[in-house]
């Protein structure tokens, strides 16, 4: 069973920067799928805030992240990051890695991923 687990949430200020990783574990294909970043804050809805497609020539952001955040992925480790810049106080969500049912990032809703980590949790104090 494919399990996807993040790490790398915290506490941070204003301005600060948080690097999160998300490990897939017996995931075989892994390579073959894009992944993405969502966050859902407390009341709100799970967004995408980043994806890369799966051999990471092709990236998407949410235009809040643009600028400040970077998705990367390690084929090789089945690993993927998002390193998080100059964060703000509304960048505090849980943030969860997903895996998607496609290749590239064309579709980007929710129900487009099919495998979701636990979630960590981000926290940006003013």
């Known amino acids: 069973q494919v399990q996807l687990v993040e790490s790398g949430g915290g506490l941070v200020q204003a301005g600060g920067s948080l690097r999160l990783s998300c490990a897939a574990v017996?995931?075989?294909?892994?390579?073959?799928?894009?992944m993405g970043w969502f966050r859902q804050a407390p009341g709100k809805e799970r967004d995408l805030v980043a994806g890369?497609?799966?051999?990471?020539?092709?990236?998407w952001y949410t235009d809040s992240a643009k600028g400040r955040f970077t998705i990367s992925r390690d084929n090789a480790k089945n690993m993927v990051y998002l390193q998080m810049n100059t964060l703000k106080p509304e960048d505090t969500a849980i943030y969860y890695c997903?895996?998607?049912?496609?290749?590239?990032?064309?579709?980007?809703?929710?129900?487009?991923?099919?495998?979701w980590g636990q979630g960590t949790q981000v926290t940006v104090s003013s």
């Open positions: 997903a895996k998607s049912r496609y290749y590239n990032l064309k579709y980007r809703a929710a129900a487009d991923f099919a495998t």
């Open positions: 017996s995931e075989p294909n892994f390579s073959r799928y894009a």
């Open positions: 890369i497609a799966w051999n990471g020539d092709s990236t």
